[in-house]
T-cell receptor, first 116, second 117 residues
C-alpha cells in the first residue's frame, strides 16, 4: 500500500538556521511522483516541487533544496537560512497513476516555526 | 499555473443544513478533485469530479453526503449535506496542470473554511 510518513510533527528554528524536513514513502510502483507543498496560515496549498521516480538528481531553487534517494525511499526538503516567512505546514505527497488518473497520498505534514 | 477560486471562502452553518462550495478555474482542465482537511490534519481525497459523468468517490465518502457536479471543464461544486459538527473542515478543490504544466501535478484553490455549530 502507498504511504507517506513525515515523522517530524513540529520543528522550531531560529531565523537564519538551516532546517531539513524529512519524508519517507512506500510504494510498489516503479513509476510515481513525489511532491512538496507549503500551507501558510492562510490555508492555501502552494506547490513547491515535483520529482518523478526516474530522476534522482537533487534540485536547488534559491534557499530550497531537495534530496531524493530511491535507495532509502526518502525525499527530504532543506531550507537554508530560514526566514520567518517560511513558517508554515509543509506536506510531502506521493502520486501514482490509477486508471489514467493521478491520485495523491499526503503525509501528515510538518509544522515549521521560524522564530525571529 | 491556473488561477483557482473558491466560494465561499468561509462559512458558519447550523447542524442539519447543507452548503454548496463552488470551484472555478480560469482555464480548461481535465481533472478536478475535492479534498477535506480536518483541523490540524492532513488532506484526504473525497472524490474526483468527472466532466459529464458521476464523480468517483473514495472509500468512506458517499454521493448522498457529498454530491458533486462538474458541468464543464472549468467549474465544479461540492455540497456538504445534512451537516454535523464533524464536518467542520477546510474543503479544497484542486486541478491538474493540464498539457502545459503536467497532468500529474495538482494545483489547489484557496480552500473553504467550514464551521458547523
Amino acid at each position: 500500500a502507498q504511504k507517506v510518513t513525515q515523522a517530524q510533527t513540529e520543528i522550531s528554528v531560529v531565523e537564519k538556521e538551516d532546517v531539513t524536513l524529512d519524508c519517507v514513502y512506500e510504494t510498489r510502483d516503479t513509476t510515481y511522483y513525489l511532491f512538496w507543498y507549503k500551507q501558510p496560515p492562510s490555508g492555501e496549498l502552494v506547490f513547491l516541487i515535483r520529482r518523478n521516480s526516474f530522476d534522482e538528481q537533487n534540485e536547488i531553487s534559491g534557499r530550497y533544496s531537495w534530496n531524493f534517494q530511491k535507495s532509502t525511499s526518502s525525499f527530504n526538503f532543506t531550507i537554508t537560512a530560514s526566514q520567518v516567512v517560511d513558517s508554515a505546514v509543509y506536506f510531502c505527497a506521493l502520486s501514482e497513476s490509477t486508471s489514467g488518473t493521478y491520485k495523491y497520498i499526503f503525509g501528515t505534514g510538518t509544522r515549521l516555526k521560524v522564530l525571529a | 499555473s491556473a488561477v483557482i477560486s473558491q466560494k465561499p471562502s468561509r462559512d458558519i452553518c447550523q447542524r442539519g443544513t447543507s452548503l454548496t462550495i463552488q470551484c472555478q478555474v480560469d482555464s480548461q482542465v481535465t481533472m478536478m478533485f475535492w479534498y477535506r482537511q480536518q483541523p490540524g490534519q492532513s488532506l484526504t481525497l473525497i472524490a474526483t469530479a468527472n466532466q459529464g459523468s458521476e464523480a468517483t468517490y473514495e472509500s468512506g465518502f458517499v454521493i448522498d453526503k457529498f454530491p458533486i457536479s462538474r458541468p464543464n471543464l472549468t467549474f465544479s461544486t461540492l455540497t456538504v449535506s445534512n451537516m454535523s459538527p464533524e464536518d467542520s473542515s477546510i474543503y479544497l478543490c484542486s486541478v491538474d496542470g493540464g498539457p502545459h504544466l503536467g497532468t500529474d501535478t495538482q494545483y489547489f484553490g484557496p480552500g473553504t473554511r467550514l464551521t458547523v455549530l
